[in-house]
Each structure stands twice: as structure tokens, then as C-alpha cells.
């Protein structure tokens, strides 16, 4: 009996496995193409997408600098970082500060908030976003400082569930130590209860910095092309004429827009793991 449970754990070990190896097979795999693509001729990335650069295909880093000089890449780079450190930022400090509110302020406005707050994640963009553009407009945010409020709206959502989650296992006692020893409710939210958030601040440091920095529709939609972000200036730059595109410039673009927030995930990845350790001792 102990025997064939043992074999089942280790089926079952071996199963997840493998079935984590394919998940990150599907993950890896298209990057991996876009990486070995943007070393070789525009020519032949079409018609042989998954060969690896030869003698006959490989170009260096011609496409990076045909890239760089076309695409108005450091600009719009610039400018990427500007609406996505703030932007981020923003959230992390506002839908903070609304969570904690609404958690130790209960009252019907604070419980038909979470559930307004609640039902914007389910709301498709593509449902607002012609209102938007036009309350933009005629608030005069369409610029890259208007647009960082513009995210704020559509990034509290998510912002605040998750946070509302992490207040509510803080000890009420640490706010009323806090309030003993002549602490306001700004010093007891940035002293105490903030602190206590940063795991699950920096996940949602995370989500919304990924989520911002590779939208396209947004910045399009509000900043028009005057004002390009990073995926809004590759996209446009690489398309010539007659609808033809710029492959190889395109793909190498894409590798310097994806470094950056690689480099950021893994950066704080050991964060992630914290906070959920750090939740799970708490439950």
C-alpha cells in the first residue's frame, strides 16, 4: 500500500513536470524567435522564420542600428519610462491609501466603492475607450503627463483588490501603538501600514509597469503620434511602403522594448516570493 503511494507521488511529480517544461516551452519559445530573428536578413525571416542565423542569413547588429536611426527609439524610450515610473508609481501610492481607507472605514460609501473599484477590472477597454478619448480631450490630458492619470483610472482596479486583501491580515493593534504615540493617519499609513505592504506593493509595481510599458492602444488612442511610446514608435517606423515592413528592424526593436522590463521582473522576482510566503504564514 505505502509502496504503490509512494509511485503515485512520483507519477504525479513527474507529470507536473513535464507539464511545467511545455508551459514554459510555449512561453520561451517566441522570444527565443524573435531573438534569433533579429540577427538575420529581413529576406529571410519570412520565408524561414525558425532557422537559426548562418553564414547566408546573418546580418550582426544591422538590424539594431537600422532600428535605432529610424525609429526614434531613444525618444520614445524616454518617454515609455517617464509614463511608466510615474504612472506606476501613482498607483502604488493612491490605491494604497484607498484600500487602507476603505478597510478600517467601513461603511456603505467604502462598500459601494470596493465593488465600483471591483466591477472596473471585468470592463472591457474597448467598451470606454471613445469616451475616453474624448473626455481626455477636452480635459486637455492628452499628453504624457495627462496620460499618467489616464492609467491611474484603469490600473486602481486590480490596485485596490489586491491591496484590500493584504490590509486586512495588518494587526489593528500596530495603527493603534502607532496612534498612541502621537502618529496622524498620514505618519501611521507611510510609518506603519506602507511598510508593511511592500511585498504586495511590488507586485503590483510589477503587473502594472509590464502592462503599461508594452501598451499600445492607450498611448495611441490618447497621445496620437506626436508623442510615440516604445511600441507605438516600432510600429509605425518599420512600416514602409505599400504596407511592406521592416522585419528585421522590427524584430530587433522588439528585443531592446522587451530587456528593460525583463530586467525589472527579475530584479524584484525575489520580492514576489517574499510576499507570498510572507501571506502565507499570516493565513
Not at 42 to 57: D, G, Q, W
Not at 173 to 194: R, S
Not at 267 to 282: D, E, F, M
Request: with cysteine.
Amino acid at each position: 500500500m505505502t509502496h504503490n503511494l509512494y509511485r503515485q507521488k512520483q507519477a504525479t511529480k513527474q507529470i507536473a513536470f513535464f507539464a511545467m517544461v511545455v508551459l514554459t516551452a510555449i512561453f520561451l519559445v517566441p522570444i527565443f524567435l524573435v531573438l534569433v530573428n533579429s540577427f538575420k536578413s529581413r529576406l529571410y525571416i519570412s520565408s524561414a522564420p525558425f532557422s537559426l542565423p548562418n553564414e547566408e542569413t546573418f546580418v550582426g547588429f544591422q538590424n539594431y542600428i537600422a532600428g535605432l536611426s529610424t525609429a526614434g527609439f531613444f525618444a520614445a524610450f524616454l518617454r515609455s519610462l517617464f509614463i511608466t515610473v510615474f504612472s506606476t508609481v501613482i498607483i502604488i501610492v493612491c490605491t494604497s491609501m484607498t484600500s487602507w481607507f476603505m478597510v478600517r472605514v467601513k461603511n456603505k460609501l467604502t462598500g459601494a466603492l470596493y465593488y465600483l473599484f471591483a466591477f472596473s477590472m471585468i470592463v472591457p477597454f474597448q467598451m470606454v475607450m471613445y469616451t475616453m478619448t474624448f473626455v481626455v480631450n477636452r480635459m486637455n490630458f492628452d499628453n504624457i503627463f495627462g496620460v499618467v492619470f489616464v492609467y491611474l483610472g484603469f490600473g486602481a482596479g486590480l490596485s485596490v483588490f489586491m491591496f484590500t486583501g493584504f490590509v486586512k491580515a495588518i494587526p489593528l493593534e500596530l495603527e493603534e501603538a502607532a496612534e498612541i504615540d502621537g502618529c496622524n493617519p498620514l505618519q501611521t499609513f507611510f510609518l506603519v501600514v506602507f511598510p508593511v505592504l511592500k511585498p504586495t506593493a511590488i507586485t503590483v509595481a510589477i503587473l502594472n509597469s509590464m502592462w503599461i510599458w508594452n501598451d499600445y492602444l492607450l498611448p495611441y488612442l490618447v497621445l496620437g503620434t506626436d508623442n510615440k511610446t516604445v511600441p507605438v514608435a516600432i510600429q509605425i517606423a518599420m512600416q514602409g511602403a505599400y504596407g511592406a515592413t521592416d522585419y528585421g528592424g522590427f524584430m530587433a526593436m522588439l528585443v531592446l522594448a522587451i530587456i528593460p522590463i525583463v530586467i525589472f521582473y527579475i530584479s524584484a522576482q525575489k520580492y514576489i516570493i517574499k510576499g507570498v510566503i510572507s501571506g502565507a504564514v499570516k493565513g
